[in-house]
């Protein structure tokens, strides 16, 4: 598989500078990589959550001591994020209006851990998209402890992803389960909770058995629906 990378716009330079950016497609969650690890430690998923957990502490410890984190993936430390302050008296109130909340994590990754990503990656030049349309990447049966691809009506489902986000009031917007029939039926999800742009929790609607898709609908501007399939199915028993 191929890194894509698009030409898209130059905000900065502009009169018709193009900068290459990454063609983000994928998320992967946090429970597919402690899977993905798991299968090549053969500890725990849930030792292995502990641990990142951990991680996350001793940055919390470390770095208001103005400490850098060595890792075997790179230094993690500290940053700050301003804008640029106009020349002129360092002590103006301006130049003071910095506090814990323009810090940032930087990560500057290990060298020969990079290395091993290029060695391995393909380039693919592609166009850039016109539209950024809803992406699905994992949808989980909560009461099946997280399985994924079959559930029962009432069941809840945690649908994780970005640019989810839709009015519940339009009812051409939302979640919606797609029949595999000779001619499909979308039926809306009407039971649910929406988290920001990346997840949404509900309750399988009242479908027949079957096979479903599951896309996500969208309207972003006054007119257009915006269309986000998941690429997998869910078996309805």
Not at 143 to 158: I, P, T
């Amino acid at each position: 598989m191929a890194v894509q990378i698009a030409l898209v716009k130059d905000g900065i330079r502009k009169a018709g500078a193009r900068s290459p950016r990454i063609v983000q497609k994928n998320k992967v969650d946090f429970d597919t990589l402690l899977g993905f690890m798991d299968k090549l430690t053969g500890l725990s998923q849930s030792d292995l959550r502990s641990v990142f957990l951990q991680f996350a502490e001793a940055l919390v410890f470390y770095f208001p001591s103005n400490s850098e984190v060595q890792t075997p993936v790179g230094t993690f430390s500290l940053g700050v994020k301003y804008p640029p302050i106009a020349a002129g008296n360092p002590s103006d109130p301006q130049s003071r209006k910095i506090t814990a909340d323009n810090l940032k994590i930087k990560l500057r990754a290990d060298h020969s851990l990079l290395e091993r990503i290029r060695f391995g990656a393909a380039v693919s030049l592609v166009d850039a998209p016109a539209i950024q349309t809803p992406v699905v990447t994992r949808v989980a049966n909560v009461n099946l402890d997280g399985a994924v691809g079959s559930g029962s009506v009432g069941q809840f489902l945690h649908i994780q992803g970005s640019r989810l986000s839709f009015d519940k009031a339009d009812p051409e917007q939302g979640v919606f389960f797609v029949s595999s029939d000779p001619v499909p039926v979308a039926t809306r999800m009407t039971v649910y909770s929406r988290q920001g742009t990346t997840t949404v929790d509900g309750m399988i609607p009242d479908l027949a058995p079957g096979d479903y898709g599951i896309q996500v609908r969208t309207r972003p501007t006054a007119t257009d629906i915006r269309v986000g399939p998941y690429d997998g199915t869910i078996v309805i028993s």
